[in-house]
């Protein structure tokens, strides 16, 4: 009776008996063969960042489209100021109360005394450029007094 003790490379085999070992010897000749292994090429692939997300609001000046001229951008703080506290950004605000409208709270006579009814009879139904431009001609007529007393402009 024969037992296989141990497994040696393709060519030979080694076979242990009760009394002693036998070695037989096999020699397997193989065709010479040939394997083309392609070229292998690395491509590197790059994602785009993942978008940041918005985690605080947008400020009012982000909101609200606008040409500024050197000396309006001087005044922006002070127009974003006016804009946040009058309206809170919205071009379509009315204040009940007074009758106050649009994006700088204009009074209807206000409104009417610094060319605004070309445009809307109301301050809140014209369009946001239109409402920048009319709050442009009161600034410059009248300083900053059309919006006195809101804790943005120099004059309190």
């Known amino acids: 009776m024969y037992r296989v003790v141990n497994v040696l490379p393709v060519s030979s085999q080694t076979l242990l008996t009760s009394?002693?070992?036998?070695?037989?010897t096999t020699t397997t000749t193989l065709p010479p063969t040939t394997t083309t292994v392609p070229?292998?090429?690395t491509t590197k692939t790059t994602l785009p960042p993942p978008p940041v997300p918005v985690?605080?609001?947008v400020p009012v000046e982000q909101h609200?489209?606008?040409s500024?001229?050197?000396s309006e951008e001087s005044n922006s703080a002070i127009w974003s100021c006016i804009i946040s506290h009058e309206s809170r950004g919205d071009p379509n605000a009315v204040n009940p109360s007074s009758g106050a409208g649009g994006l700088f709270q204009?009074?209807?006579s206000s409104w009417d005394a610094y060319g605004g009814t070309q445009y809307a009879s109301l301050p809140e139904d014209a369009t946001v450029s239109e409402q920048w431009d009319i709050a442009i001609h009161?600034?410059?007529e009248s300083g900053w007094w059309p919006w006195k007393g809101d804790g943005c402009t120099p004059i309190g």
């Open 19 to 24: 009394s002693k070992i036998s070695t037989t």
């Open 39 to 41: 070229p292998t090429t």
């Open 55 to 57: 985690t605080q609001p």
């Open 64 to 66: 609200v489209t606008y």
């Open 68 to 70: 500024q001229s050197s």
């Open 106 to 108: 204009f009074l209807p």
């Open 138 to 140: 009161a600034q410059a």
